[in-house]
């Protein structure tokens, strides 16, 4: 896919060509003419990734062209009708449109080894357009311009070049096709390739750097969703699949070999050092709790990813997702100097975004469409184990690195890598003394926790180990990758337990948010794993012993806490207060009367209150009249109960329903005419 200045895109080797108005003066299209052939000239110094000795030659073409529209322009004088001269001026125009399009194609970054196996079409569309060319010079009346011998001469040198050679694949790009399906063939085999022959390939389609296969990569996926979308041709996704895994395996085990003790092995370090002294929740949507692909600024001053603040608002909220402060302006501002430092951090951690800010499928995100893409998978996965078992420390590192990139972007590489064998020095690299492969260590186990037969093999042999680096990390990033660890693993009932009864591992969690240190997502992240634990009732105490309570209470009065971590706090005071000794710890800490303000206030999400509501409902079922006679003092409590019951999920609707009949019951209660169904149910659970 194709992005153009104008935001529109285009698929590849498709020339969307405008045809000139008919009532164009032929001075204007002469202009337009001379400027659209000066921008085909200077695609001369750039590199084709196939076709290359057609293209020079055509550019040459088009550089003698060029002086026959000069000539053209001088004697065409005052704005005059040259009907026949419009016309074939116009056909030449649409020609060079055409041509620029695929001259893009050929020279795209990114774009260069799906082209080059498109060497044939590009040919193809190369010789028509040429030819295209001399017909309309042919037809153009010289005769209406009274143009030098010497300018008539060039027009003919011009038709009979077009004419006579003859657009053929370069014997270069048919060798180097064929080597890259003899590639695919090793693949399909698991063999391993001649690096050689590896590098053969990479040479001729200028594929030099880590960051060329990332765009490659991202290419070639946006061409399969397209593939996808059209349901066109299953065998182009094949082929498009089987070069995503050549691409991958070039960027995993050949580029490393070439790159080490160059110019790009330095360039990593620059960049380490130009975001020294980050931390990664900076560069967190506040909603999404994903990097920010396009970060932007809204009123308040608070930076979000533009593609989720505009769901916020499009979903009818005009508050800040993190203060509650409603808004007078939706307006967005770009925030550049972030957007610098994301990309800087990224190029230096292998972190891959979404492009121009766009969220899009993982392609890796299913299992790969050919055999060659898959068996490239596992000879990468079994390059990258041997890389951190018998690699020196940078070889370690950029194993570590390429792990977290392809842990990150799919079921089938996490797979392929826990098959290989790699979560046991995964979990033998936590004990290193380098913070940078100890934090890549604990980011590359978290994403291997998502998947089924990598969550037994960290739990048996690594939560001791993960629950260490939680507590005692080197780095705020890798405790905070410890701790969503946890949460994954905590999805599973036997593991769920085997954390609460680890003495180190709820402590460590609410420390986080417990910790000045840390921003809102980061205590987001480690609440999520305590709800996670939550779903075991053995668990409950054991949170409540960590001083949960207290400190979400604390959380919530905080006036600089998030709404999203405000919605947090209260989902997980809820889950307490299911039980009853959970719900006497939240009202002697004045958790009803903070909950009751919550519940009152105008300023706060929909999310709040759902979650609002449910905890003060647990409060009422456990703890009786007391509770909803407070209720019945504030007078706003009812209108918020009704407002969530016509804006909220069935979930939060059917909570509010529930506390209003509790709150009528307690009214009516007290001119005697209905029995209390809280004194006959006490202390019973909340659904």
């Not at 002086?67 to 056909?91: K, M, N, Q, W, Y």
């Not at 699949?241 to 370090?269: A, K, M």
């Not at 507590?471 to 990033?477: D, F, Q, S, V």
């Not at 519940?599 to 009422?620: D, P, R």
Request: include cysteine; charged fraction near 25%.
């Amino acid at each position: 896919m194709i992005h153009t200045k104008t935001g529109s895109s285009r698929r590849i080797l498709t020339f969307p060509a405008v045809q000139p108005c008919k009532s164009i003066s032929i001075t204007t299209l002469l202009d337009s003419l001379i400027q659209l052939a000066g921008d085909i000239l200077t695609f001369k110094q750039k590199h084709f990734s196939t076709n290359k000795r057609s293209f020079q030659n055509t550019i040459r073409q088009i550089r003698n062209l060029v002086i026959v529209l000069e000539e053209i322009r001088i004697r065409a004088g005052p704005p005059r009708r040259f009907f026949p001269a419009v016309s074939s001026l116009s056909e030449i125009h649409v020609i060079l449109q055409k041509l620029k399009f695929l001259l893009e194609d050929c020279t795209r970054d990114g774009a260069r080894l799906c082209m080059l196996m498109s060497s044939d079409q590009v040919s193809d569309h190369l010789r028509a357009l040429t030819l295209s060319i001399s017909t309309s010079l042919s037809t153009f009346p010289v005769s209406s311009f009274d143009l030098p011998s010497e300018v008539n001469e060039v027009i003919c040198l011009v038709v009979q070049q077009a004419r006579k050679y003859v657009v053929r694949p370069d014997s270069d790009d048919k060798n180097v096709i064929a080597y890259v399906n003899g590639v695919f063939t090793l693949f399909e085999n698991r063999v391993t390739p001649d690096p050689d022959e590896v590098n053969r390939i990479l040479d001729h389609v200028g594929i030099r750097t880590w960051g060329d296969c990332v765009k490659e990569i991202n290419f070639l996926g946006e061409e399969i969703e397209a593939e996808r979308l059209e349901k066109i041709s299953n065998s182009r996704v094949e082929l498009l699949s089987s070069l995503i895994g050549f691409i991958c395996y070039s960027r995993c085990v050949i580029l490393p070999q070439n790159e080490r003790n160059t110019h790009h092995h330095r360039e990593d370090h620059v960049h380490e050092d130009l975001i020294r002294g980050l931390k990664v929740e900076d560069l967190l949507c506040p909603i999404s709790l994903e990097i920010m692909t396009d970060p932007v600024v809204i009123e308040t001053g608070h930076t979000y990813d533009r593609s989720s603040i505009t769901k916020w608002f499009g979903s009818g909220n005009i508050t800040c997702p993190k203060t509650g402060k409603i808004l007078t302006s939706t307006e967005l501002v770009d925030n550049v100097s972030l957007s610098h430092v994301i990309q800087k951090h990224c190029r230096a951690n292998g972190v891959v975004l979404a492009i121009n800010g766009r969220k899009r499928k993982s392609h890796g995100d299913v299992v790969p469409d050919s055999l060659a893409a898959k068996g490239a998978g596992r000879l990468i996965a079994r390059f990258l184990t041997s890389e951190l078992t018998n690699g020196d420390e940078e070889m370690v590192y950029r194993a570590l690195r390429e792990i977290r990139v392809l842990t990150k972007t799919g079921s089938f590489n996490r797979s392929c890598l826990v098959e290989a064998g790699c979560v046991s020095p995964l979990i033998k690299l936590l004990t290193s003394e380098d913070s940078r492969i100890q934090e890549s260590a604990m980011a590359g186990l978290l994403n291997l926790s998502k998947h089924v037969a990598g969550k037994a093999n960290i739990a048996g042999e690594g939560l001791g180990i993960i629950v260490k680096i939680l507590n005692e990390g080197a780095k705020t990033e890798t405790r905070l990758y410890a701790a969503s660890s946890l949460f994954y693993l905590s999805s599973v009932e036997d593991y769920s337990l085997l954390i609460g009864e680890n003495a180190d591992a709820i402590p460590g969690l609410m420390r986080i948010v417990k910790g000045e240190e840390y921003g809102d997502s980061a205590k987001r992240n480690a609440l999520l794993a305590v709800m996670g634990l939550l779903m075991q009732s053995e668990n409950h105490w054991r949170v409540l012993a960590a001083g949960a309570v207290p400190a979400l209470l604390d959380l919530l009065r905080d006036e600089e806490t998030g709404g999203e971590l405000t919605a947090d706090c209260l989902a997980t005071l809820a889950k307490l207060a299911e039980y009853p000794d959970g719900t006497i710890g939240v009202i002697r800490r004045g958790g009803l009367k903070l909950a009751v303000k919550i519940l009152s206030s105008s300023g706060v999400s929909q999310a709040v209150k759902q979650h609002c509501v449910a905890l003060v409902l647990n409060l009422c079922l456990n703890a009786g009249n007391d509770v909803v006679g407070v209720l019945v003092k504030n007078s706003v409590v009812m209108r918020s109960l009704y407002t969530v019951i016509s804006n909220g999920e069935y979930g939060g609707s059917k909570k509010a329903s529930a506390l209003i009949r509790m709150i009528h019951e307690y009214q009516e209660r007290k001119t005697g005419s209905v029995e209390s169904s809280l004194q006959r149910g006490r202390f019973i659970h909340a659904w």
